[in-house]
């Protein structure tokens, strides 16, 4: 029973030809990739994620946390890359994690990714409301406040129809077309960069470079918790917090992984359209970082407003108006960008049958998964109308790292994996006199016979080394987490411990990077494997346990709710389970037909 039910929960996408499949319309080309990730990444945060950070965290040095933050966001692109150039379909992470780990983890990555953009949109879509409210003078919000209040501690104060009713058009536009909702989205990206590169030239003419290096007796008494001035006030430990909060800055890369049934040259388009987008956001993060607490000193900065509060500063209305402009653009991007992805992956995982068929059904005029899309549509905007995101958003992050935590490890995975097309994939097993001694374990474990394709021993071996990579990397995230105090004040016994499981872990690192690799030709592959994939997968399990306990639980209650669909639904309806079967039953047929032959012709 436990073999035929972890049968059942392993089994692999198998790719096919399939009837039905690829009706998505190939309409975006390389600018409208790079335009819908940098859309969906680059919204608010850019106009407000750099002063909060100077403010309370790193202050100047938040250029540097955006740069810890773009290398560490680099190392899961670039594993989204390669999986782009492997899997050219619909559904992200959850295609990539199907072809290599299995259904059940597909799931459970697929089913997180629907909570990442649900929670995105909604709160982009509250975001872009109040942020419109308050230029008008909270007209809005407190004329329905007084007619419709709702006095319940974890909801809204009141319902927020703006913002449904942005949704519900927003979910019509991309009913409409793919084509034309990226028209759309390609407008509003570049007023969004154009704003972005006016607020850089005039920030530059009032730039102040002193203000980087202000000392502590020049800061004002009535000034709390500004650390010791100059770069780096709050010291390294400062920088890296403030890396944490900028790395959420770049989620929404991913959008563009979703898209593979749609791009037009998706092999070569999407890996690129990744790295350009990363590049792009980077920039823009970084200037606008250093113009901002180059005008301003770090502890003049306005956590919520920072540009309007800082052309406000110099004396420029104009410019903060532009900003204001601007933002709102920004937020309709975000906007789109957040919700474009959702559809896409229900249609994946309802084409699939591990959930409901009906979402999967794609308009033969539109071409676009409108059921998937207006259900989509449907449950954000209900969303936006009764609930306060607040205590929501750590869980969009949460489905986010353990997707790039999950793609890594498929990267580590594929990468090793024995080829059907290579010459040693169907070879014949170690002779019955081979003895894997102690001696000749430490020469397979670490390839000393310099074997150049991958084997059934090498994979195993690769395979365990993974896991067991997987298992040191969270024990050593989560022994800095909770030890890092003693760590930096010298404390011995722990400083022992972490060199023992660092000596370990290279060791194993050493091991998989030995075994013989996969020889296939992609468009992209990650550089340094399995260094990077490493790197990304220890950075993602770090973040995520910088979340609160009551994240966890939102979060384990979300996964059950999952679990309950794909126990009584998925496990069933799975066409990939019932190919499965498809191909037992015939395989069944054969035998019986040859054991009949056997009888009547004996």
Same mark, same amino acid.
């Given at each position: ?90 559904? +992200? ?23 990442? *953009?649900?929670?995105?949109?909604? $709160? ?13 003078? @909270? ?125 037009? @040259? ?7 359209? =990744? ?9 823009? *993060?970084? +200037? =606008? ?12 900065? @306005? ?72 259900? $989509? ?54 002779? +019955?006199? *081979? ?35 997987? =298992? ?22 722990? +400083? ?39 790197? $990304? ?28 669909? *794909?126990?009584?639904? !998925? ?5 990939? !389970?019932?190919? @499965? ?22």
């Amino acid at each position: 029973m436990t073999s035929r039910l972890w049968k059942v929960l392993s089994r692999r996408r198998i790719e096919e030809n399939e009837e039905g499949k690829g009706e998505l319309a190939r309409v975006l080309g390389l600018f409208d990739l790079t335009a819908l990730g940098v859309g969906s990444t680059l919204g608010l945060g850019v106009y407000v994620l750099a002063g909060s950070v100077a403010k309370d965290t790193a202050g100047p040095a938040v250029c540097i946390s955006f740069l810890i933050a773009a290398v560490a966001s680099a190392f899961a692109g670039m594993c989204y890359a390669e999986f782009a150039s492997r899997v050219p379909k619909a559904g +992200s992470a959850y295609v990539y994690s199907y072809v290599t780990v299995g259904e059940f983890i597909a799931f459970v990555i697929g089913w997180n990714l629907i909570l990442e *953009y649900v929670i995105g949109t909604a $709160s982009v879509a509250r975001g872009l409301s109040n942020y419109i409210d308050a230029l008008i003078g @909270n007209v809005i919000g407190d004329t329905i406040r007084s007619v419709m209040p709702i006095d319940v501690p974890f909801l809204s104060e009141y319902p927020d129809f703006f913002a449904f009713g942005m949704v519900m058009l927003l979910a019509a536009l991309l009913c409409v077309g793919v084509r034309e909702s990226s028209i759309l989205n390609n407008i509003f990206t570049v007023i969004n960069l154009t704003t972005i590169a006016i607020v850089i030239v005039a920030g530059s003419i009032k730039a102040n470079p002193s203000n980087w290096s202000i000392a502590p007796e020049n800061i004002p008494d009535t000034v709390r918790n500004v650390g010791t001035g100059g770069f780096v006030p709050f010291g390294a430990r400062g920088v890296m917090i403030g890396a944490a909060k900028c790395f959420y800055g770049f989620v929404g890369f991913d959008t563009i992984a979703t898209t593979g049934e749609e791009a037009k @040259n998706p092999q070569r388009h999407i890996p690129l359209a =990744i790295v350009l987008s990363l590049i792009i956001i980077f920039i823009a *993060y970084f +200037s =606008i970082s250093t113009v901002l607490t180059m005008m301003l000193p770090y502890y003049a900065q @306005n956590a919520d407003a920072p540009f309007p509060h800082a052309f406000d500063e110099i004396g420029w209305p104009v410019i903060k108006w532009i900003v204001n402009i601007g933002a709102i653009f920004a937020l309709c991007t975000s906007l789109l960008g957040a919700m474009f992805p959702l559809p896409r992956v229900l249609y994946a995982m309802a084409s699939d049958g591990i959930i409901f068929k009906t979402l999967s059904k794609v308009h033969p005029k539109t071409m676009t998964p409108i059921y998937g899309t207006l259900m $989509s549509g449907l449950f954000i905007g209900l969303m936006t109308l009764i609930f306060n995101l607040q205590q929501l958003i750590d869980m969009m992050s949460i489905g986010t790292l353990l997707a790039y935590t999950i793609v890594a490890i498929c990267v580590l995975v594929l990468r090793y994996q024995k080829g059907e097309n290579s010459c040693n994939a169907h070879a014949a097993p170690p002779k +019955s006199n *081979y003895q894997l001694t102690p001696v000749n374990l430490f020469k397979e474990l670490f390839n000393l016979h310099n074997q150049k394709e991958p084997t059934q021993l090498s994979n195993k071996i690769a395979s365990i080394s993974i896991v067991l990579l997987c =298992i040191i990397i969270c024990i050593i995230a989560f022994f800095i987490n909770n030890m890092g105090t003693q760590l930096v004040a010298g404390d011995a016994i722990v +400083s022992v411990i972490l060199v023992i499981v660092m000596m370990i872990l290279f060791l194993n690192i050493a091991a998989v990077g030995r075994q013989p690799v996969q020889k296939i030709e992609l468009s992209f592959k990650v550089p340094l494997v399995p260094l990077i994939p490493c790197l $990304s997968i220890f950075t993602n399990i770090y973040l995520m346990l910088q979340l609160d306990v009551f994240t966890w639980i939102r979060f384990a209650v979300w996964l059950l709710i999952g679990f309950c669909i *794909y126990g009584f639904y !998925g496990i069933t309806h799975s066409e990939q !389970g019932k190919r @499965n079967k498809a191909e037992n039953d015939k395989l069944q047929q054969k035998c019986v037909e040859k054991f009949r032959i056997m009888i009547t012709y004996p």
